[in-house]
Nanobody, 120 residues
């Protein structure tokens, strides 16, 4: 199973970015997808998750109302639309596939990460 994340970059506070993650090697629609992030010196933290069908989503309180997770089961991709970005959103963002949940052990395969840097 391979997950390839893309879309990170440098953006000013208040700006927007869209992350994408392409999945290969397993039946995409059979698994939940999620995004986590890890800032320097901090533990990996949950950002958002989406169920197999896309009918259920969950978000960390810190990103509710600003981030939107979506998936395209025909294209085997999951996306994270981020608006109103803040400097504290700066981190490496990881996509993951597995069971629907908000803990790292809920997911068994992880992408390589894409860096998001938000300048003040």
């Amino acid at each position: 199973v391979q997950l390839q994340a893309s879309g990170g970059g440098l953006v000013q506070a208040g700006g927007s970015l869209r992350l994408s993650c392409a999945a290969f090697g397993r039946t995409f629609r059979n698994y939940a997808m999620s995004w986590f992030r890890q800032a320097p010196g901090k533990e990996r933290e949950f950002v958002a998750a989406i169920s197999r069908s896309g009918g259920s989503t969950s978000y960390a309180d810190s990103v509710k109302g600003r981030f939107t997770i979506s998936r395209d089961n025909a294209a085997n991709t999951v996306s994270l639309q981020m608006i109103s970005l803040r400097p504290e959103d700066t981190a490496v963002y990881y996509c993951a596939t597995g069971s629907y949940g908000n803990r790292p052990p809920d997911y068994d395969f992880w992408g390589q990460g894409t860096l998001v840097t938000v300048s003040s």
